[in-house]
């Protein structure tokens, strides 16, 4: 250990032709690019790493970052025909983090890489430049970059004693490959993965081997956080883990991966890491497993939590009641201005109608609303029967439905601007006949469900948080509510006589708000391929535009008449559903970290430790597919007022994304008393549960709420 801390002093402190440093007026990680030779012969390798001094209690991470995180990255640039090998992982530790597990490196590591001097390669001195980029985390998480200079030279080999100490400690904690004589498998059950291991590697007898952990090179192959159940024999393992996402269905091929464990030599134990290839299917061993599978009980820190509106003091008048008024205000609501422009113009189209279809039309399209938003109730009630979390605005999580939903408004943007007609009128949305519009309203009825769920109006958190806590009977019965509230505007018009007569007449001027129609569509095209951006990355702008580019394509051939047109519509209409069913194939990217250097990464032990620093915290739930955040965010949020009073009194900001799923965010989410996003809560400086601010926000609401988190 003296030597260690010596040899690592010495090369943070020596400035040598073979070292180029980097500082920071406060990093949380000190970064040395290091060499083992300065001096290197043609044809031969040096090993370059980045060595990272970490600051305590904070850690890096891992080719696998575990449950979040981002491995650290080391981009090289080379002088022509030299050659650079893959970054030379040490093995890693655990972190866990409340229910998440991570994986990496405290204190210090160093991350070699091998490079090749061409053969060729003149004498004199190099100059190598590298860009390094990771994230470090404790109770946060921060992005950290350096770009480090390091200087070689080819000619007669000499070592370089500092750096060349730190490599070969790096590559003698790296796993060691297993040679043919160790044997590997990987098998799924219905219970989870058991991974077998025989070989001399793992020692002669059970008692020379203890503390093995499972570590898979890739990132949802196994549950992180779950408990590996290890049973030991005489050269053989064999580990029982919970399945991750990338094999409930199923193993695809073999699984890489490390094994850390101590292992007894003369007396000794020592650390041991092998890297190996499991077979998929197969069993190497006939051990048993020692204990029972089992899904890990996950505990969380307690904290004293009392929701706004507790849905056990709210019966069932008051939540249906408050279901009807945030349906009727989800109107006002801009993710469901779209729909109304439809609705509105559908209605100066049936001015001149008899009154009888009038009323059909309008109940028609309360149907539409009223039965989706059973139909999507009775969809949540499953999940959490499921044990999964039932929330508000969770199908805008499945990038599938944003795609075709941003599709959808692209296609009825091009319908208003006369591209393309599907019938007499606006509501045959998808009808492609010349009838009366009523199953073009009842569709119109069950898009605008669909268009909705960005927002949560005033009253609904509470109306639904109540439903979610009832009898089925009683939880469809309040989203019924919602759906009244949604469609009654449009159905008192169509009922109450002579209400349509103060509509005004139709005419030439409708062709033209038509035509203005169709660019909010447009918009709100644009705003759903953002949003699946953020769930699926960069992949997802080629997608949707794709989507868009064929099925415009497909719309132009309509109008053409012939053979080769109708191979052109097939066509188009065949890539965009190719689009759409490549983007359910993408795995959804890790939430990113808050763009904004104010707003911090959120979590339960974040927040306290805050608290317990004596400061007040302010929490926000939010989505991209949320159009309230973005409202509060860019609004009330963004305010100078507002940023004012949370500089002044030192007020902790989190913000927790839950554009992707996250079941830590939606565990939080319901025990909050909060049916979807937004949710934004303001903790004590002096300790306790939060206060729960209303989804709307407005700069007052939130500095008196401040105010009274400081002086608590």
Aim: charged share 15%; with cysteine; proline share 6%.
């Amino acid at each position: 250990m003296l030597l260690r801390l010596v040899l690592t002093l010495l090369a943070l402190a020596t400035t040598s032709a073979a070292q180029g440093q980097f500082n920071s007026s406060d990093p949380m990680v000190d970064v040395s690019l290091v060499a083992d030779l300065t001096s290197v012969e043609p044809g031969e390798t040096v090993y370059i790493a980045l060595h990272q001094e970490i600051t305590p209690g904070w850690h890096t991470y891992w080719r696998n970052p575990g449950d979040s995180g981002e491995a650290t990255m080391v981009d090289l640039a080379l002088p022509e025909g030299w050659a650079q090998g893959d970054i030379i992982w040490p093995a890693p530790k655990a972190y866990a983090l409340g229910p998440l597990t991570n994986y990496g490196y405290s204190d210090q590591v160093t991350l070699p890489i091998p490079v090749t001097v061409p053969i060729d390669a003149q004498p004199g001195p190099v100059s190598l430049d590298a860009t390094a980029n990771w994230l470090v985390c404790e109770d946060i998480c921060i992005p950290e970059s350096a770009t480090l200079q390091l200087s070689l030279n080819v000619g007669p080999r000499q070592v370089e004693p500092l750096g060349s100490a730190l490599i070969e400690r790096a590559i003698d904690a790296a796993p060691q490959r297993v040679d043919d004589r160790f044997q590997a498998g990987l098998v799924r059950s219905e219970d989870g993965l058991t991974l077998t291991l025989t070989g001399d590697a793992l020692g002669t007898s059970a008692d020379q081997i203890r503390d093995l952990y499972f570590y898979p090179h890739t990132s949802g192959i196994i549950d992180h956080a779950a408990q590996q159940r290890v049973s030991y024999g005489d050269g053989q393992v064999r580990v029982d883990v919970d399945n991750g996402y990338l094999t409930r269905n199923g193993l695809e091929g073999p699984t890489d991966g490390v094994v850390v464990f101590q292992a007894n030599t003369g007396g000794i134990w020592a650390t041991t890491a092998l890297e190996f290839t499991a077979a998929a299917g197969a069993t190497v061993n006939d051990l048993e497993a020692e204990t029972p599978i089992e899904l890990p009980d996950v505990e969380l820190p307690d904290f004293d939590v009392t929701p706004a509106t507790p849905a056990a003091a709210m019966g069932f008048v008051q939540a249906a009641l408050f279901a009807l008024l945030g349906g009727l205000l989800l109107n006002l609501m801009p993710c469901v201005f779209p729909i109304l422009s439809m609705k509105a113009l559908t209605l100066v189209e049936k001015r001149g109608a008899s009154r009888s279809d009038a009323i059909q039309l309008g109940l028609i399209f309360a149907a539409g609303v009223i039965g989706t938003f059973i139909l999507l109730g009775a969809a949540i009630l499953l999940l959490r029967v499921a044990g999964l979390p039932g929330l508000w605005g969770v199908q805008l999580q499945v990038p599938v439905i944003v795609i075709s939903l941003a599709l959808l408004m692209f296609l009825i943007g091009l319908n208003f601007l006369g591209l393309f007609e599907v019938g007499t009128s606006l509501q045959s949305v998808g009808s492609g006949v010349k009838d009366s519009g009523k199953r073009g309203a009842f569709l119109t009825g069950v898009l605008a469900v669909f268009v909705a769920a960005p927002c949560l109006a005033p009253f609904m958190t509470g109306a639904l948080a109540f439903a979610l806590s009832q009898p089925a009977i009683l939880s469809l019965a309040i989203f019924g509510f919602l759906g009244v509230g949604l469609a009654l505007p449009f159905v008192l018009v169509t009922v109450i006589p002579g209400a349509m007569a103060f509509l005004p007449k139709p005419g030439a001027w409708m062709v033209r708000f038509r035509q203005i129609l169709a660019f909010p569509m447009f918009a709100t095209a644009i705003w759903l391929t953002w949003v699946l951006v953020s769930q699926v990355g960069n992949t997802g702008v080629i997608l949707a535009l794709t989507a868009f580019l064929s099925a415009g394509f497909a719309v132009w051939t309509l109008a053409i008449k012939g053979l080769l047109a109708r191979i052109g519509t097939v066509f188009g209409i065949a890539v965009a559903a190719g689009a759409i069913l490549l983007t359910a194939q993408i795995e959804p990217v890790e939430s990113s970290a808050p763009a904004s250097a104010r707003w911090a990464q959120w979590s339960e032990e974040a927040v306290a430790t805050a608290q317990a620093e004596g400061r007040a915290v302010f929490v926000d739930f939010t989505a991209s597919w949320c159009v309230s955040c973005q409202i509060n965010k860019l609004g009330t949020l963004n305010d100078a007022d507002v940023k004012t009073v949370f500089d002044t009194e030192n007020v902790a900001l989190f913000r927790a994304d839950f554009t992707n799923h996250d079941p830590v965010i939606a565990e939080a989410l319901a025990r909050h008393g909060s049916a979807g996003v937004p949710l934004y809560l303001v903790y004590p400086a002096g300790g306790g549960a939060p206060e729960v601010l209303p989804p709307l926000l407005t700069k007052k609401i939130v500095i008196q709420s401040v105010e009274r988190a400081v002086e608590a």
